[in-house]
């Protein structure tokens, strides 16, 4: 398998570029299939994710003009409701948008179980109420996902989400964009990149209010229109960044992020004693002295998000003191913490808590990754690390960091990413 090589103990400096954001590229391009025109979108991330997804649409009769590896036009024009790849479609959750978008462009839809990171139970009961309230009819059987309007057209509809959940609260939007009459979905998710889907569709003539906040309200629309959108910087991964310089000490500016997604990631750091200094567009990170140890809890947004939980508790390992870090989201998101011990990290893990006790460093071992973000926290550790650390399974972190080799070795780290079947150290985009 491919795998990346880090000689750690270098401190991170310079500057890196955030790309697209991941979450609402993922949701996004599965949403222009409802659109009758062409949607040029910007600001894409080139991660597996986007590729994947992009090739699913082409299946289903797209077509998808490149313009740079961050831009795409898709025109689903010619789109049909058959041919979708099902072996592509599991391998990634977000293929489960096209429930939604599938619905409400063609009034019915087949896709397959979700696939994606492994941390737990991941259930869809919230999706399928939100379809079901909307008038479809949705079966799940022998790993597929059906979905029917019963000939007609969605009907607006009051849905109450049992759970906070981003990904029901993009599905019944998709779903209810195209629905006659009004929709009002209660208890959404309020992530910045649901603000993202909304701005995007109501770009191509929808028309929903209030994403962002926990109700959301969607007035259907006959038929949305072509147009261009540009994809917000991805709150994540400008998060890991700002955790790997905090692991290694230095100083980076983080470039193209909405300094206001990452206030919880950013007051966390401040109290571990990591200056974060907020341009308008920018973070200046910076690190010299001892990190300080801290209580995390991973809550939906506005909360410390659940995605940045692994990177920060490798942080936590090189802290003074013991740190409790809390999973507020989901049940089973500490699989990393075995590849951590074999590092020498001292964290005991009960439940949905982890207790953290600082130690002087970690030593370089051969880690894998075993989801996307815990992938990133090997990569985080690896940099921090004193010797070298060989990360194995990095198709994970491929899934969702645009060229993360090229990036840090462009901020002073030794690594390089080792392609098994060729064994040549690849540099990545940023670093030629
Ligand atoms: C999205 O997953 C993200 N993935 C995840 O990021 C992220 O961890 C998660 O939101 C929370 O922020 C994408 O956006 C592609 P949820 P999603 O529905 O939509 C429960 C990454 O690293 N739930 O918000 O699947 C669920 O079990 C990935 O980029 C139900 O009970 O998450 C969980 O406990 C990993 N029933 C909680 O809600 C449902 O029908 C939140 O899940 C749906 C969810």
Redesign the pocket.
Known sequence: MDKYVIRGGKPLYGEVEISGA??AA?AIIPASLMVDGVCRIENIPDISDTDKLLTILTHLGAKVRTINKNTVEIDCTAARRTGAPFDLMRKI??SYYLIGSMLGRFGSAKTTMPG??NFG???????IKGMTALGAEVNVSGGFIYADARGGRLKGAKIYLD??????TINVMLAATLAEGQSIIENA?R?P?IVDLANFLNSMGADIRGAGTDTIKVNGVDRLHGGSYSLIPDQ?EAGTYMAAVAATGGSILVKNVIPKHLDCISAKLREMGVTVEEGDDAVLVSRTGKLKRTNIKTL?YPGF???MQPQISTVLCLAEGTSVVTEG???NRYKYVNELRKMGAQIHVDGKTAIIEGVGALTGAPVAACD??AGAAMVIAGLCAEGVTEVEDVHYIER?YQDIVGKLRALGADIVYICEKDETPRTGAAAI
Do not use: F, M, Y
Request: charged fraction near 25%.
């Open positions: 991941k979450n993922v959750r977000a994606g990171c139970v991941r259930p869809i009961d919230q999706h759970k906070v959940s981003v990904g029901a998710a992530e990149h994540i939906p998000p659940t995605d989201v989901w049940d996307l973000r969702g």
